[in-house]
């Protein structure tokens, strides 16, 4: 990673612990602005078919704009989740070939809007993690959760995404405005609460074609950390830096593993559903 | 579907409403307790290879008890996402040959716990959702709702899971306990909410190893109604009978699309976090 995006991940570190009040954050969002130079080259466009290459499947590093570029036009053909994968794997199938070139990769359409409109888990995070652990092997636990920590603290859509619209530079022929969109902090890796935070921020309506949008900036921006992330890995220059926040931890203490109640499980931040930890939760 | 089954649904779907309350619910919880017949044999144990085969893949019906079982064993090798993931592709593997049988199903690990732990959406959910739309096409939406509707509304573990632990005439060498456990009715396609519930109606602490073979009984009965959806899907005979219930299309009405506020999105039901849904959500 370049000096200029250090720095870039240090502002982006305070910016988030702004944004979240007392969390204590170490999760750190950092989209690279530059695309990574690509110092590996396949020797051949093939790794060999899915029958001969075994799991984890080998990865060459990709272009971070290509790939946000990328994800934000798929997210016009099959949504948020569809979108990240998509735009992973078929930029590994240029630079790697087979058995990239044959995923059928329009299986991931199911995780659009957290899974079929459902608003669970935001299909642009369900897209990234499956791509995170189809190339990382046993590296992807560590990945996935700087990848969650940092997607609850982001405020999307980037400056860069909004930058590409605005200048018209990147079109996505379908891209329903090209106005710079408000950005908010998500706070949660939930599509329901992902979406009612940028409406509230925002003053969009959830249906509106400025949050249809939002959602597929924020699709390229999710592709495009995501493969600064597994470029750093494969350079064995990533350290994972995600760290569950104090206020969580404090909830953990009691709720989660070896605590008193032990009644529940989790990483996610409590507080968008519980904003008093001594408040019995509602349901 | 047999008769049998037919009242099986029948009495589910009397469960269901005592045990949501008010919810008026037309999704159906249906485990078909007898192996579905295979009426369809393949002619080649081969489809062809992943760059001749077009998506969506082809389906052979599977038998609805080998793949619950599956699912239970696979829940000890990687967890619950991979496990009902695995359990569907290695048996259609079997009866299909490639290119299920060089599918990375591994990649699938990811979905532990909600993603990573952070027990968001459901890992069983997750993984068969995935497998849904891999075969199922422009189907996948319609199958994707019924089977989250229905995991919001049965009962797990379910009675069957708990037969075959207790009689050990299914054996997983890792299964953690052989007692009939507690059921409890999620509320939730969430990790999250799945866990406590079952935990507040159990007694069992959140990392028992009471709760861990739950989680992976339940990782055997989502793969076994997914199957057993697919199958009827393939049969022509399969229609969707989940609905949005009462409860959460009235808070839709002003929050989703088109209400006069429409500030968030889903499909899920709002009361484990809002019980009141005229009481402003807490964050």
């Known amino acids: 990673m370049s000096k200029e995006n250090q720095t870039k991940t240090g502002m982006s570190r305070r910016k988030f612990l702004v944004s979240v009040g007392s969390l204590a954050l170490g999760a750190v969002g950092v989209s690279a602005l530059a695309g ?100 990382a092997g046993d590296a992807w636990e560590d990945l996935v959760n700087e990848l969650m920590a940092w ?40 599509c329901h609460v992902s979406v009612t935070e940028w409406c509230k921020k925002s003053g ?16 390229g921006d999710v592709a495009a950390f995501t493969v600064d992330m597994l470029n750093r890995h494969f350079d064995k220059a990533f350290t994972p830096v995600a760290k569950i926040s104090n206020e969580v931890q404090s909830c953990r203490s009691c709720h989660d593993k070896g605590g008193t109640i032990e009644n529940t499980r989790g990483k996610m931040n409590c507080m968008p559903c519980h904003d008093d930890p001594h408040k019995k939760p509602k349901s």
Request: with cysteine; glycine share 8%; charged share 20%.
């Open 204 to 219: 969009y309506k959830s249906f509106s074609k400025e949050r249809s949008e939002r959602c597929g900036r924020l699709t």
């Open 151 to 190: 997607y609850e603290n982001n405020p999307f859509p980037s400056d860069i995404s909004n930058q590409y619209a605005r200048e018209k530079a990147f079109l996505v022929k379908e891209m329903k405005s090209d106005k710079t969109l408000p950005q908010s902090v998500a706070k949660s890796t939930l």
């Open 36 to 135: 990574c130079t690509q110092t590996e080259k396949p020797s051949a466009k093939t790794a060999g078919d899915a029958a001969t290459v075994t799991y984890p499947w080998p990865y060459k590093k990709l272009d971070v704009e290509t790939v946000r570029k990328k994800g934000h036009q798929g997210y016009y053909e099959g949504a948020c989740c569809y979108g990240v994968f998509n735009a992973i794997i078929s930029e590994l199938g240029k630079e790697v070939g087979a058995p990239y070139t044959t995923f059928p990769t329009q299986m991931f359409k199911y995780g659009e809007g957290g899974v079929a409109g459902w608003s669970t888990l935001c299909g642009a995070v369900n897209g990234a993690a499956a791509a995170i652990c189809l190339v």
